[in-house]
């Protein structure tokens, strides 16, 4: 165990730029993304001398803590020696499943190489895909793992050239992607193959692998793995062959050293001025430039408070350093600097660029800002959208519980954004509202685990309205009528609604850059130039007005019209979304006293509704998609259950030794899938779902649909027609 190091070791290796790497491991799930992340930790992992102390005391290294210490870590440091040189490899945690809400992306732009595992016998299955595209996206530099090569020789006693068809078409279908996906200039340089080094072989469970190379270095043939399993000595094979080396060598001599990344890198994750003095120091790694740190975690820890824990691309982050959160006008101060040991943190007071630090003592980080000592172009925007698609009400059983549960959705939603958390005391409603029932089934054992003891309601679907065709114009009267306000509504372009959901398009955005992104996406230069506000959830709202009196004083109380009819569609009182709403006309009255906001705000939204009604208004609803694997005997089972709950079946795939049907079902229809697959498929299938797209609720179920939310909402049952909020003529 060569890992014990002194802290002052470990920094002053992390100064030695080329002896870094910034790795993830990506996978399908159940592929072995953590098993593997798990045994690199127990052979690789560092301690600090007093970590390991207490480690041994504690039996640290046991199983069950490693799989702890892995799941909970927001990166994990490891030590290896390649020819007499000792580096430091820091593997971030990337999300286990794939998600829509960017926080994989985030956790990809801080990495510079990825050990994509594909299980041997499944091959390569829709996430591989996915985040196979999604790390060719930022420019990080695959290596092929294949693991579990031991279910080819014991469970499917493959012969010898069996397993060798199988491996050479896994590495095929892989470089396919690659192909597919990669830039023109990375294409062929980042193919994968054994005889480059750059596919490793292996079983996690068993911690044993290879390189082509080191089977050469060891003398080692694939007929002596199969001798060691009919010997059942797989202890020989760990020892001869063992995995973490095949895996770290990949990294050290494929994967790039941060410098060298961040050369290629920057232009593709950044969008800012390359010429920049921080565009520069980027480029160049520069530990002396500014200070650039694009933070991809961040928790509260109960001892240290929050902590916030990315990539550093320039300059030197230091205690007592006061930061930016670039874009949000918040500052804060550096009060701790700490590095990864293992899954620890040690404290070490500064980080050089090109290091994964970890921040503590800036209470208003949260996952996604770039924090900064000059302002500059973030990372991302913070504002990235997620959509919570279902809702569940939670109490504490015994209410001396509230404030701790109060405090602990706080923490919820600042450890996973995706989650949002409403909290009204005042009227007794705690909902937290997430991705999917799963993501809500998680958010609840998190509580249990908390030691908080919870009642949780039915889980409630969320659903949109948006318009499908242009509205006409209306015009509101303010409740005194000495105000009208001129609206009218259409539907947003998708591609546009997309650019605010990905966060690319954003209301803190400079309006220059807003009127350019709107330009190239075909708006007319002058809507595009007076673009009032964006809405996360996919709505703009445009001022197209010429000439108006005392606009400018009333637009604060406009967009609060607007933002209400965003907030509460007329159908039922649920968010909007794809809306573009135009602002055409204003007679505004001369006296302040008569258009305060309780005046012009009702006018605005009078006008809004009754262009949305006029505007052949839907009510969407999330639809998720599922993928199930099953052995093919199951397949009708499992496309009937799909079909029974309104779904479709979108593929059915036929690998090799399993059958994955892909498909389509209404979030409304899948409380009680669990059941239901079990039941079909005797507890056989493994299946997943995420959340695929806004979908109209079909028109046999609308009316229905809508009278149940108005119902629970407590609003009246019929939907407002256009002469409740305006005259018309
Ligand atoms: P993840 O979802 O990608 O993180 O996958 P896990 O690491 O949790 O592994 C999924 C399942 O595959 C677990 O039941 C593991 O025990 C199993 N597994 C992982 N590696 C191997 C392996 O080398 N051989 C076999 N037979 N099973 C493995």
């Not at 007499?84 to 960017?102: A, E, M, Q, R, W």
């Not at 063992?242 to 060298?260: D, F, G, N, Q, Y």
């Not at 969407?620 to 479709?648: C, D, H, N, Q, Y």
């Amino acid at each position: 165990m060569g890992r014990v190091k002194k802290i002052s070791e470990v920094v002053d290796i992390l100064k030695q730029k080329e002896q870094i790497r910034n790795i993830g491991i990506i996978a399908h799930v159940d592929h072995g993304k953590t098993t593997t992340s798990d045994s690199l930790l127990a052979a690789a992992g560092l301690l600090s001398p007093s970590l390991a102390g207490r480690a041994l005391a504690l039996d640290y290294l046991e199983e069950e803590q490693q799989r702890q210490m892995t799941i909970k870590a927001a990166n994990v440091s490891l030590y290896y020696e390649a020819d007499g040189k000792p580096y430091i490899i820091n593997l971030i945690d990337t999300p286990g499943h794939v998600d829509f809400s960017g926080r994989v992306t985030r956790a990809l732009r801080a990495i510079d190489g990825a050990i994509v595992v594909v299980d041997a016998v499944e091959g390569v299955m829709t996430q591989t895909e996915t985040v196979i595209r999604q790390a060719l996206g930022e420019r990080v530099r695959p290596v092929l793992y294949i693991n579990k090569i031991d279910r080819l020789v014991k469970e499917l006693r493959l012969p010898p050239e069996k397993i060798q068809e199988t491996l050479a078409r896994i590495v095929r279908e892989v470089n396919n992607l690659v192909e597919m996906y990669a830039e023109p200039e990375y294409r062929e340089k980042w193919k994968v193959s054994f005889a480059e080094n750059t596919v490793a072989l292996g079983s996690s469970k068993d911690r044993w692998g290879f390189t082509v190379k080191q089977a050469q270095q060891k003398g080692i043939k694939f007929s002596d793995v199969i001798d060691a399993f009919s010997r059942e000595d797989l202890e020989w094979l760990r020892q001869k062959v063992p995995l973490h080396e095949a895996l770290l060598e990949m990294v050290i001599s494929k994967h790039p050293p941060p410098h060298v990344a961040q050369r290629y890198r920057i232009s593709k994750i950044w969008r800012g001025d390359l010429e920049s003095e921080v565009g520069q120091a980027m480029l160049n790694c520069d530990e002396n430039g500014p200070t650039v740190m694009a933070v991809t975690d961040v928790r509260v820890d109960p001892q240290a408070g929050v902590v916030a824990t990315g990539r550093l691309f320039s300059g030197t982050i230091t205690e007592g350093d006061s930061v930016i959160l670039v874009g949000r006008n918040i500052t804060g101060r550096v009060q701790q600097v700490g590095v990864y040991m293992g899954p620890a943190r040690e404290l070490v007071g500064t980080i050089p660029a090109g290091n994964i630090p970890a921040v503590l003592g800036i209470n208003d980080v949260r996952a996604g800002d770039t924090l900064a000592t000059v302002e500059t172009i973030p990372f991302e925007s913070l504002k990235y959208v997620s959509e919570p698609v279902v809702t569940i009400a939670v109490e504490p059983k015994y209410s001396r519980d509230l404030p701790k549960l109060v405090e602990f959705l706080n923490k919820l939603t600042i450890e996973d954004p995706t989650l949002v958390t409403v909290v009204r005391p005042e009227t007794g409603e705690y909902l937290i509202s997430g991705m999917g029932t799963l993501h809500l089934e998680i958010a609840l054992t998190w509580i249990q685990k908390a030691g908080l003891e919870v009642v949780a309601g039915k889980p409630i679907i969320l659903y949109r309205e948006t318009v499908t065709t242009k509205g006409r114009e209306f015009e509101g009267k303010s409740p005194n009528r000495h105000n009208r306000i001129y609206t009218r509504i259409e539907p947003l372009e998708p591609e546009i609604v997309e650019l605010i959901r990905k966060g690319e398009l954003f209301d803190e955005m400079d309006r220059k850059q807003v009127a350019k992104i709107l330009r190239e996406h075909g708006w007319d230069a002058e809507e595009a130039r007076n673009v009032w506000q964006i809405d996360g959830r996919g709505n703009i709202l445009v001022d197209a007005t010429k000439g108006a009196q005392y606009l400018h004083e009333s637009k604060m109380m406009i967009i609060g019209g607007w933002q209400r009819v965003m907030q509460e569609g007329p159908l039922a009182a649920e968010n909007m979304r794809g809306v573009k709403a135009v602002l055409t006309q204003v007679e505004l009255h001369e006296d302040p006293v008569h258009r305060g906001y309780a005046q012009i705000a009702p006018a605005t939204w009078r006008s809004l509704y009754a262009s949305v009604l006029s505007a052949s208004p839907v009510l969407l609803e999330p639809v998720l998609k599922i993928e199930a694997k099953v052995s093919a005997e199951f397949m009708g089972a499992v496309t009937s259950t799909i079909t029974s709950k309104r779904g479709r079946v979108l593929d059915v795939k036929q690998a090799e030794y399993v059958t994955v049907v892909v498909g389509e079902i209404p979030a409304s229809e899948t409380f009680d899938l669990s059941e239901a697959m079990r039941s079909a498929t005797m507890g056989k299938a493994f299946w997943a779902t995420e959340f695929s797209q806004w979908r109209p609720v079909p028109a046999t179920l609308r009316d229905k649909v809508i009278q149940e939310i108005r119902k629970r909402k407590g609003l009246p049952l019929e939907v407002p027609t256009i002469s409740q909020f305006v005259e018309e003529e």
